[in-house]
């Protein structure tokens, strides 16, 4: 009997009744809500969407099933009545995605076990009995960290208004309590869903730290409670397992409306939210702690606590430490004059501060290494220091350049320039020392160089902090280089060996204890060599920058910039981490979270811990087992090696395909995106500039994909991969990579998941197009191939088979937005057919951009 199956199917019946059908009970319940013209929404909506399917099958235009939805149920409406019942139509489809996502949130627990077999806990007992082992997992946990990044992305819609109504929904959800489900569908119905302005940098990190505050602070405490607690067990030291990163209001790479001020107001706002959390807990705790011998310390935490979390005027410090020795104070006096009782609520406020110390979440820096090359150019034309440098220093070769670093620290007395970006780069650079004073060193001690080329993009960088306020002993900064195109990732060794070579780097090094992150971008290596090159590419990197680092006995942690799609490097995230092997370092997990990954994954208290642990697990399990990458065996990395390249050769070709670009601004909105009011950040680099592949974001480059619901980046030229092994009579060995790597099952599986978001009869009536439709043939023909291929080598009958829930509950998401796809490809056919200045164009537009919100939410993985 196969215990596999058993569950599994549980799980799906689980999915049907417990999500599936309440669901469909409330939504049924929130149609007939007082919403404005409800009576003609509310019973038009359900017609539509089966009108929908219907021209979907009959591969009709959107233009056709729409207009033969109009003559048939609502012939008096003239343009504008249809444009607005479609504005209707998107409000309710939008409120409908929520409720389903609180539907399904609200039975996290009864979907999700956690596998008690790789938990810290069940290695922590194997070693009782085994030293070896038992020596090993102890180690392993000492080195062992967690470190998880928020990032601001355009894809995560919902403002803080919603996010407390999905909250309290998901809550009543769980406990049926229809009065107030009736109440907060009323209230969803009324609550508007986005900006009327678009965000600055400061309002996308207040927003993001949302999660930070109801989710974050009390889902990480409870993750290292129930370590420090395993741990206790078998007589080991408590151990900071988990850190929290935050990129709103440091990340600066290409986004010219961040500037040194929002980074030094968001480092404030991060510890005053902080801080008003602590406040929180320690008035619950005061209510408790009402006994002899610590009034007077109680009475001066709560002055603290009180004046840091809402005095704007106080000077702020670092002041962590002492209020963990005022607690020990307090607990000391309970468990010798009253039993311990209550204090486990100072040990949990304790461990808080432990895990959060002033800061929160440690902001990043982050800029391109053209514009650092530029502030570096810029500075050398100042004195005192440009005595040292050759007027020709940028035509030298990288070993000249490196020769001519001098590291002396210098106060550099700068000309007159307009510059911004030079001007925010060296007042940002100055700015750390004081957010390290008043928040602690974690606060902000990270500077992350994208698009990182060359070791002197670092070492040009650490010359420019010693020339702006910082020398050399005092120099608590990690140096991050960011390794994103193919070609960069194949050259990261050489260039991480160079710096591990270089005397001064390497002396940086030990004060910072041997420690080094590098940080590999998913989402750029897809865009530039495709879904699988990427993968491969990246783990190849990690396997050389590991061996590297190990030669140097450095102390390697891989942040891994991911996205929420497999094609952003998303998906099935602790399998990848799970399979890693031990040729690469796994002992420090870093990745950001990002777009619908925070909601989906990390947006209640139940579902951030069991990915927190998950991610735990995955690693304690991977430096347990030590298994060999068999990847990297001749025979696997020779077959990998070629479908890489076919791969990449079939993408390629793709990108260079003249129509390939303005198919995308055709029948996409990517060319609306940036009207969307979501994000600070511009959808491409160079903003003022015509729109080419290379400036154009990642994330703006899959989301226009996803919302035509083709997901190329996710598979495309991994069929022909396949079939070029197949036909070369090597399929044998294909299966057998299958099944014995873990990391290419988790690629093959993650694909499935990008495909099984795709739906190319949505775009049947492409083909008949006169310009594109034999470039839309050549992605469909592609994608039939892919799937194919897959469903061979997987042994599965359909896509994600062995992920039944999932892939019900992406179904169902479809379903639900079928309506919004249309209605924006027919909004986007109608801005060419109209005149740009008319107001009709201008409704087309917003009807258009507006469709984006629910699609994407709905997607809670695609962008």
């Not at 009970?25 to 929908?52: A, M, Q």
């Not at 008003?276 to 320690?282: A, E, K, P, S």
């Not at 960088?461 to 194949?490: A, H, K, Q, S, Y």
């Amino acid at each position: 009997m196969n215990h596999n199956l058993i569950a599994t199917g549980q799980k799906e019946s689980t999915f049907n009744n417990e999500v599936v059908s309440r669901f469909e009970l409330y939504n049924s319940l929130f149609l007939t809500l007082p919403f404005y013209r409800v009576k003609d929404t509310g019973t038009l909506l359900p017609l539509f969407i089966k009108h929908c399917e219907e021209g979907v099958k009959a591969h009709q235009t959107s233009g056709e099933i729409i207009s033969t939805f109009i003559e048939k149920y609502a012939q008096n409406y003239n343009n504008k009545d249809v444009i607005d019942l479609l504005f209707r139509f998107i409000q309710y489809i939008e409120r409908q995605v929520v409720l389903f996502d609180a539907v399904e949130d609200a039975s996290f627990n009864k979907l999700n076990t956690m596998d008690d077999q790789s938990s810290m806990h069940s290695y922590l007992s194997k070693g009782v009995d085994n030293e070896e082992l038992g020596n090993k997992i102890k180690t392993l946990i000492e080195d062992f960290s967690l470190r998880l990044v928020l990032t601001a992305h355009p894809t995560q819609f919902y403002p803080g208004s919603v996010l407390s109504i999905i909250t309290d929904l998901t809550a009543a959800l769980k406990i049926n309590d229809i009065t107030s489900i009736n109440e907060l569908l009323q209230q969803l119905g009324k609550t508007p869903f986005f900006n009327k302005k678009s965000p600055t940098p400061v309002d996308e990190a207040l927003s993001l730290a949302w999660y930070l505050e109801n989710v974050f602070y009390f889902a990480a405490a409870q993750i290292q409670e129930e370590v420090d607690l395993n741990l206790a067990e078998f007589q080991l030291a408590p151990k900071k397992i988990i850190e929290l990163g935050f990129w709103p209001g440091g990340d600066r790479d290409g986004n010219p409306n961040v500037h040194t001020q929002d980074t030094i107001q968001v480092a404030k706002m991060l510890r005053q939210i902080l801080f008003r959390c602590y406040y929180r807990d320690f008035r619950k705790l005061k209510r408790r702690i009402t006994f002899r011998g610590v009034e007077n310390t109680i009475a001066v935490i709560q002055d603290v606590l009180y004046k840091n979390a809402f005095d704007t005027n106080i000077v702020p410090e670092n002041i962590a430490q002492n209020l963990i020795d005022n607690l020990y104070e307090i607990k000391n006096t309970l468990i010798a004059d009253h039993d311990g009782l209550f204090a486990n609520l100072v040990d949990d406020l304790i461990r808080k501060i432990n895990l959060y110390g002033c800061h929160f979440a440690s902001l990043d820096i982050r800029q391109d290494s053209r514009v650092l090359r530029e502030v570096h150019a810029f500075c050398r034309q100042s004195k005192p220091i440009v005595s040292l440098f050759p007027e020709n220093y940028d035509t030298l070769s990288e070993e000249e350049k490196i020769k001519l670093l001098s590291f002396k620290s210098a106060k550099v007395i700068y000309a007159e320039q307009n510059d911004e970006l030079i001007n925010d780069t060296l007042n940002t650079i100055a700015e750390i020392q004081a957010i390290q004073k008043s928040n602690g060193e974690l606060a902000c001690h990270r500077f992350i160089i994208s698009n990182c080329q060359q070791a002197s993009d670092i070492l040009q960088l650490m010359e420019l902090f010693l020339w702006n306020g910082w020398d050399e002993e005092n120099l608590t900064i990690d140096f991050v280089p960011l390794f994103e195109t193919v070609n960069d990732l194949e050259g990261a060794g050489e260039i991480m060996e160079t710096l591990y070579m270089h005397p001064f780097y390497i002396k940086h090094l030990a004060k910072r204890g041997f420690k080094q992150d590098i940080m590999l971008g998913f989402s750029d290596s897809t865009k530039d060599g495709g879904y699988l090159m990427a993968n491969w590419s990246i783990l190849n990197a990690k396997v050389a920058l590991t061996t590297v680092s190990a030669a140097h006995n450095i102390r390697l942690a891989f942040f891994d910039g991911r996205g929420g799609p497999p094609a952003r490097g998303g998906g099935k995230t602790h399998r990848f981490y799970a399979s890693m092997g031990k040729e690469i370092a796994n002992e420090n997990i870093q990745l950001t979270i990002q777009g619908q990954t925070i909601s989906s994954q990390y947006g209640s208290i139940d579902s951030a811990e069991f990915n927190m642990a998950q991610l735990i697990n995955a690693g304690i399990s991977s430096g347990v087992r030590e298994k060999h990458n068999i990847l990297l065996d001749p025979v696997h990395k020779q077959l990998m090696d070629s479908m890489a390249a076919d791969s990449f050769k079939s993408f390629v070709n793709l990108r260079k395909h003249p129509l390939f670009l303005s198919y995308l601004e055709r029948f996409s909105p990517l060319s609306l995106l940036s009207r969307i009011n979501i994000s600070s950040r511009p959808v491409k680099r160079n903003s003022g500039e015509k729109l080419k592949l290379e400036d154009l974001r990642a994330i703006s480059f899959v989301t226009s994909w996803g919302q035509l619901k083709q997901n190329i980046p996710g598979f495309y030229g991994v069929g022909t991969a396949l079939k070029n092994q197949d036909e070369s009579g090597n399929w044998d060995n294909v299966v057998r990579t299958y099944h014995k790597s873990g990391y290419f099952k988790t690629i093959i599986d993650n694909c499935m998941m990008s495909m099984s978001k795709s739906d190319f009869s949505l775009t049947a009536h492409f083909q008949n197009d006169k310009e594109f439709g034999s470039f839309w043939k050549m992605l469909n023909d592609e994608y039939v191939l892919t799937k194919e291929m897959l469903l061979k080598l997987s042994g599965q009958a359909v896509l994600m088979e062995n992920y039944p829930v999932e892939r019900r509950s992406i179904a169902v998401r479809e379903k639900i937005i079928l309506p919004l796809v249309l209605i924006q490809h027919y909004a986007l056919h109608n801005l060419l057919e109209t005149d740009e200045a008319t107001e009709e164009h201008q409704s087309y537009e917003k009807l258009a951009i507006r469709t984006v919100y629910g699609i994407v939410n709905a997607g809670r993985n695609s962008a």
